[in-house]
T-cell receptor, first 112, second 113 residues
């Protein structure tokens, strides 16, 4: 049973560019959440998708947007990249009424 | 999410029990207590959760104080593989399952061989 898979694992961008990160949830899961983890900090909640709609959002600017596809996979898009966007981006999946989140290993974004 | 307080770091010896404390004095009656851990270079991993009664699973035990203002994650026999950052979280519950979690800095558990 495949767990949560994310791609790419590492990428480097420059300031002002745009990036798209991808996530495939654990089999049977239809809810996907995204988190940002800066070095030495705990993960910070960005947003959650369920039934192809954003259901909850954390305290992140509109530069951060997402999408969920009919097969429950999801994308995180970040526009106008800033140096401070350098972080590990984590995707987590869950059942709609489940209390347990399953995390992927993350995509490491470096902005130069 | 209700605020939690954890020690920054703890150290234990391999094959000994580990008790990781968490204070959550502002917990409400419907707040669940969740624990996750994050091993180096990996995403967080669910460990256990509970509401009022003590809980056990294959990974750990969760002991919840009678007034629910504190809890303790118990690793019965620590191994080197248990070295990780442990997060105690009280998620908001909008009735829709796993809402967005607020992770603090957690407790960095060091296991000595």
């Amino acid at each position: 049973d495949a767990g949560v898979t994310q791609s790419p694992t590492h990428l480097i961008k420059t300031r002002g560019q745009q990036v798209t990160l991808r996530c495939s949830p654990k089999s049977g899961h239809d809810t996907v959440s995204w988190y940002q983890q800066a070095l030495g900090q705990g993960p910070q909640f960005i947003f959650q998708y369920y039934e192809e709609e954003e259901r909850q959002r954390g305290n992140f600017p509109d530069r951060f947007s997402g999408h969920q596809f009919p097969n429950y996979s999801s994308e995180l898009n970040v526009n106008a990249l800033l140096l401070g966007d350098s972080a590990l981006y984590l995707c987590a999946s869950s059942l709609p009424t489940g209390r347990e989140l399953f995390f992927g290993e993350g995509s490491r974004l470096t902005v130069l | 999410d209700a605020k939690t307080t954890q020690p920054n770091s703890m150290e234990s010896n391999e094959e000994e029990p580990v008790h990781l404390p968490c204070n959550h004095s502002t917990i409400s009656g419907t707040d669940y207590i969740h624990w996750y851990r994050q091993l180096p270079s990996q995403g967080p991993e669910y460990v256990i959760h509970g509401l009022t009664s003590n809980v056990n699973n294959r990974m750990a035990s969760l002991a919840i104080a009678e007034d629910r203002k504190s809890s303790t994650l118990i690793l019965h026999r620590a191994t080197l593989r248990d070295a990780a950052v442990y997060y105690c979280i009280l998620p908001k519950d909008s009735g829709g399952g796993a809402d967005g979690l607020t992770f603090g800095k957690g407790t960095h558990l060091i296991i000595q061989p």
